[in-house]
C-alpha cells in the first residue's frame, strides 16, 4: 500500500499539492522531507546537499512546517505564537531583535491577521488557528514550506480559502510550498504541480497534464468513485 | 512582540514579596525578637542579647535561606516538567525521585532490622538520611535516563516514572508493616518534610546543586518555549528532543532530589507555583516565567514555613501539610476567577 521509489523536485515560487490515498504515506513522505523523522531510505537533497548533513538549525531556516495536529498550548497568544517562528535566528535565550519583530508584522499582514494579534490561541476558530500557524511557519523565513493537511477540520469555504492563501503566498514570496491534501478538487484548481502518491508508482506533473494521461482514474479503488475527465471532479459510480 | 513593561513590573513586585516575606520569616518565631533587633543582627551582627543573635544567625537565616531554595527550586523543577511533558499535573516528583528518596530512607530507617550493623551505622552518621535519600533518588533518575534514551515517546518517560514511584512506595509499605513503632514514626517525621534542620555546610552543599540545576534550566530556556508548540514544531525549528529532554531531566533532578536529600519530599510546591505564576505573570515567554517562577516558589515556601512555625508557640507543623493548606485554595481560587487556560 506504501508508494516508493519517490521522485521529485520542487522549485521557488511553486504551489505543489501531494495526492493520494490514506495510508499510501504522504505525511510521512512530507515529515521526511522536512527532517523530523529519519528518511526510511534513499536521499533527499536541499540546493543539491543531503539533508542528513544539513544541521537541525540550518534546516530549519530551509524549511519551515505547519502539521495537522495541534498539541500547541492554546493558552499562547497569536503574537507569541508567530514570534517562535523566530527561534532558528534568536540569540541562546530567544530574545527578539528588530529585524525579528519586522518579520513577525510582515508574516502577519500576509496572511492578513493583524487584528488578531492579541488574541489567545484558545479564542480562535480553526480556520484562524490554521492562518495563525500558516503566518508562523511564514515569520519562519524559509525557502519551503510545508503543510500537511492543512485543510483538515475546516469546512468547505475556509478549506478554499486557506488554499487560496497558500496560492497567493507562494507568489508573493517565492516560497516553494508543498502541502498535503485530499482536496483534489482545489488542488486541481489552485496548485501549479501535483505529486501524485500511488502504491505503484509516484508522479509529479501540471494538474492539466495529470488529467490527460488519465493518472486520476487508478487514484483510488474503482468499485465506489470515478473521476470525470470532462468536470475534473470525482462522482459516485452509478 | 508585546511591551516589555509589564513583565519588568510583575519581576519587581515579585522581588519585592520576596524580600518583604524573608524579613518576616526571619522576624517570626517561638521567640519573640523585636524587628529592629533583627535588623541590627542582619546589618551590623551585634544584638543586645546574645541568645537572640545565636537563634537568627544559626537557625532563623538558615532555614529561611532553605526555604527560599526549596521552595524556588521545586517551583522551577515543576516548571520544567509541566513543559516537557506538556501536562499541568507534572511536578517535581513526576519522574520518580521523591519515591526514590524515600525508599532510601525507608530502607535506612525502618530497614535497620533487616540490614543490621551497616544500616545502623549509616544512620548513625549527620549525613546518613541525605546519603540514603539521595542514592535512592540516583538509582530512580539512572533508571529513568536509561528508558529516555530507549524511548521515543516523552510520554511514556512520564509513566515510567509514575510506576517507579508506584514501586518504590509499595517497598515503603512493605518495610513500614514489618518495622517497629519508633522507626516507623522516625519515617513519618522524615515524610512531613523540615526546612529547619540544615546547618551553615549542609546549606553550601544544596546551594551548589540549586545553582547547578538553575543554571541548566537558564540555558533550556529558548527550547521551553519551543516546546510550547509542541515536540515535533520544536524538532522543526531546530532543536534536539533527546538532547533537550536529558538536560531537562538532570536539571530537575538536581533540584529535586537534593532539596528532597536535605528538606524532605515536600509536597504541593512545584506543582502549584507554576500555575499561580502563569496566573499573576502575562505571557508565556520562559524568559519571564524562570525568574517570576523562582521568586513565587521563595515566596510561598517563606510563608508556609511562617505558618508551620506558628509565631509566638513552642510546636512547629508539618511544612508539608502546610503547602498543601496554604497552596491548594489559592490555585482553585486563581484558576476559578480567571478562568484562562492552564496550557
Redesign the interface.
Known amino acids: 500500500m506504501v508508494a516508493s521509489g519517490i521522485d521529485i523536485d520542487v522549485a521557488e515560487g511553486e504551489l505543489t499539492a501531494v495526492i493520494g490515498i490514506n495510508g499510501v504515506g504522504k505525511s510521512t513522505f512530507l515529515?521526511t522531507i522536512?527532517?523530523?523523522q529519519p528518511a526510511l531510505l534513499g536521499k533527499i537533497l536541499i540546493n543539491t546537499e543531503a539533508r542528513e548533513d544539513i544541521?537541525?538549525?540550518?534546516?530549519?531556516?530551509l524549511?519551515?512546517?505547519v502539521?495537522t495536529?495541534?498539541?500547541?498550548?492554546?493558552?499562547?497568544?497569536v503574537?507569541?505564537?508567530?514570534?517562535?517562528?523566530r527561534?532558528?535566528y534568536?540569540n541562546?535565550?530567544?530574545?527578539?531583535s528588530a529585524e525579528d519583530?519586522k518579520m513577525?508584522k510582515k508574516a502577519l499582514a500576509l496572511v492578513n491577521i493583524e487584528d488578531l494579534?492579541n488574541k489567545?490561541c484558545?479564542e480562535l476558530s480553526d480556520g484562524q488557528l490554521q492562518k495563525v500557524l500558516i503566518a508562523?511557519a511564514l515569520a519562519?523565513d524559509t525557502k519551503m514550506m510545508i503543510l500537511d493537511e492543512p485543510t483538515s477540520h475546516l469546512d468547505m469555504y475556509h478549506k478554499a480559502q486557506v488554499l487560496k492563501l497558500l496560492k497567493q503566498l507562494s507568489q508573493q514570496t517565492g516560497k516553494a510550498i508543498i502541502f498535503a491534501t485530499h482536496e483534489i478538487n482545489l488542488a486541481l484548481q489552485l496548485c501549479d504541480k501535483i505529486i501524485l502518491m500511488k502504491p505503484s508508482q509516484v508522479i509529479q506533473d501540471v494538474p492539466k497534464q495529470l488529467i490527460q494521461k488519465g493518472h486520476f482514474e487508478s487514484i483510488f479503488p474503482s468499485d465506489l468513485i470515478v473521476f470525470d475527465p470532462v468536470t475534473e471532479t470525482f462522482r459516485i459510480k452509478t | 512582540m508585546q511591551n516589555s513593561r509589564p513583565y519588568i513590573i510583575s519581576l519587581l513586585v515579585l522581588l519585592l514579596c520576596t524580600v518583604a516575606a524573608w524579613f518576616l520569616n526571619i522576624s517570626l518565631g517561638s521567640v519573640n525578637i523585636p524587628f529592629m533587633e533583627v535588623l541590627t543582627v542582619l546589618f551590623s551582627s551585634e544584638a543586645e542579647n546574645s541568645n537572640w543573635q545565636y537563634i537568627i544567625m544559626e537557625y532563623r537565616i538558615p532555614k529561611a535561606l532553605t526555604s527560599v531554595l526549596a521552595g524556588s527550586g521545586l517551583a522551577v523543577s515543576g516548571m520544567l516538567m509541566q513543559t516537557m511533558f506538556r501536562n499541568p499535573l507534572a511536578g517535581p516528583y513526576v519522574l520518580g525521585l521523591s519515591s526514590g528518596a524515600s525508599l532510601g530512607v525507608a530502607l535506612v530507617l525502618m530497614g535497620a532490622s533487616l540490614f543490621g550493623g551497616l544500616a545502623g551505622s549509616v544512620l548513625f552518621s549527620s549525613w546518613g538520611l541525605v546519603l540514603a535519600s539521595s542514592l535512592g533518588s540516583l538509582l530512580v533518575l539512572l533508571a529513568v535516563m536509561l528508558a529516555s534514551v530507549r524511548l521515543k515517546d516523552t510520554m511514556a518517560i512520564l509513566i515510567i516514572g509514575l510506576m517507579f514511584a508506584s514501586l518504590s512506595s509499595a517497598v515503603v509499605s512493605v518495610l513500614a508493616y514489618f518495622s517497629p513503632a519508633a522507626q516507623l514514626q522516625q519515617y513519618v517525621f522524615w515524610s512531613y518534610g523540615s526546612v529547619g534542620d540544615l546547618s551553615w555546610t549542609e546549606l553550601g552543599v544544596l546551594s551548589i546543586f540549586w545553582t547547578s540545576g538553575i543554571a541548566i534550566a537558564l540555558f533550556s530556556i529558548k527550547n521551553l518555549n519551543s516546546l510550547l508548540l509542541g515536540e515535533q514544531y520544536a524538532r522543526s525549528l531546530g532543536m534536539n528532543i533527546g538532547h533537550n529532554r536529558a538536560l531537562l531531566i538532570i536539571s530537575t533532578s538536581l533540584l529535586a532530589g537534593s532539596i528532597t536529600a536535605f528538606a524532605g519530599p515536600i509536597a504541593f510546591v512545584g506543582l502549584a507555583v507554576p500555575h499561580l505564576i502563569r496566573q499573576v505573570v502575562p505571557g508565556n515567554d520562559h524568559k519571564i516565567l524562570l525568574p517570576a517562577v523562582i521568586f513565587g516558589g521563595a515566596i510561598l515556601m517563606l510563608l508556609c514555613d511562617i505558618v508551620a512555625q506558628l509565631p509566638g508557640s513552642e510546636h512547629t507543623l508539618p511544612i508539608n501539610a502546610i503547602t498543601s493548606l496554604i497552596g491548594a485554595p489559592v490555585v482553585i481560587w486563581l484558576l476559578v476567577r480567571k478562568r484562562k487556560f492552564i496550557f
Open positions: 515529515r522536512s527532517g523530523i544541521r537541525p538549525q540550518q534546516l530549519a531556516r524549511i519551515s512546517l502539521l495536529e495541534q498539541p500547541l498550548s492554546k493558552n499562547l497568544s503574537a507569541e505564537l508567530v514570534a517562535l517562528g527561534q532558528p534568536t541562546w535565550i530567544g530574545t527578539l519583530r513577525v494579534h489567545k484558545y508562523r519562519q
